[in-house]
């Protein structure tokens, strides 16, 4: 199963790189949401300290971003879960278009584990996801005024980051790709992934501190996956060496999840296969 698995996602993965059209879009989504959100949703450049206009000192930004030491460091993690979710959510057009043209159907007659077609999807969406997240980063990195990482952030905090969108883009991409399986227009699936997604980003911290969000939406971002894989990033991010309370926290987020990415791939790989034996 696996070398069907790694077969099916490698040539799905060669036609997309092999495709500008569907590559080029995607970094310069990263651009657009770094820059348009960094700049237009800065709420630092809408509060002054006072009648004189005079702009926040930077302790008082800090303080409510995290410690962030301006608003695109404390963005870019959420940016990037932002690209994961319409990556992982949108990547599943690839399968309804291999179903319509009747690559699925021969696929589901030849000698191969069916549960293969299922695993190729979700890996080739995370490796794509995870790429364009890689390239956000480092947009994030080089734009003017842009992510400013710790003197003490080293290869094991990227790791680290990274680690926690993987296991985000996991559970996301097995719920994801389950749908898409169980969908047989386009017209559906983008009916069901934009009825999702906003919602999903929305009820999180991705774009602001949910501290400010009403008691009710506070706790719905507090069990959001999004959410806690925003916190374990950007502890790492904003401040690098952590401390023994933040060691606590980034290990609780970690732990939520693998949990998330275990129950999610489960369900989305039931249901996958569920959808497969039913064509």
């Known amino acids: 199963m696996i070398d069907e698995t790694l077969v099916l996602s490698a040539r799905a993965l060669k036609k997309w790189i092999r495709n500008p059209a569907a590559v080029v879009p995607g970094l310069v989504t990263a651009i657009f949401y770094i820059v348009l959100f960094g700049s237009s ?9 006072g009648s004189g206009g005079v702009p926040l000192p930077p302790s008082v930004i ?4 995290g410690g962030a030491p301006n608003y695109i460091t404390y ?21 309804v278009l291999d179903r319509q043209l009747g690559f699925l159907s021969t696929l589901l007659t030849a000698p191969i584990p ?9 890996v080739q969406n995370l ?5 364009l997240a890689l390239l956000t980063f480092a947009i994030a990195l080089v734009i003017p005024n842009g992510l400013e990482l710790p003197s003490g952030f080293g290869v094991i905090d990227f790791l680290g980051v990274f680690f926690a969108f ?5 559970g996301l991409s097995s719920v994801f790709t389950a749908i898409a ?3 047989k227009s386009i017209d559906s699936l983008v009916a069901i992934v934009n009825f999702l997604t906003l919602p999903l980003i929305f009820m999180s911290n991705a774009l602001f501190p949910s501290s400010s969000f009403p008691t009710w939406l506070m706790d719905i971002a507090g069990v959001n996956p999004i959410s806690k894989a925003n916190e374990a990033a950007r502890l790492l991010i904003i401040n690098g060496n ?12 970690i732990l939520y999840l693998l949990g998330f990415a275990a129950v999610f791939g489960l369900i989305g790989y039931l249901a996958g296969k569920k959808a497969l034996s039913a064509q």
Not at 41 to 49: C, H
Request: with cysteine.
């Open 181 to 183: 399986l169980s969908l």
């Open 242 to 253: 952590l401390s023994s309370n933040q060691v606590s926290t980034f290990t609780g987020d």
């Open 41 to 49: 949703f800065n709420p630092t450049n809408l509060i002054s300290s």
């Open 166 to 170: 993987a296991l985000l883009g996991l």
């Open 75 to 95: 963005l870019t993690a959420g940016v990037i879960c932002l690209i994961l979710v319409f990556n992982m959510a949108f990547g599943g057009i690839d399968l």
């Open 127 to 131: 490796v794509k996801a995870m790429v």
């Open 62 to 65: 800090q303080q409510s971003f």
């Open 114 to 122: 069916r549960a293969a077609i299922f695993l190729s999807g979700v």
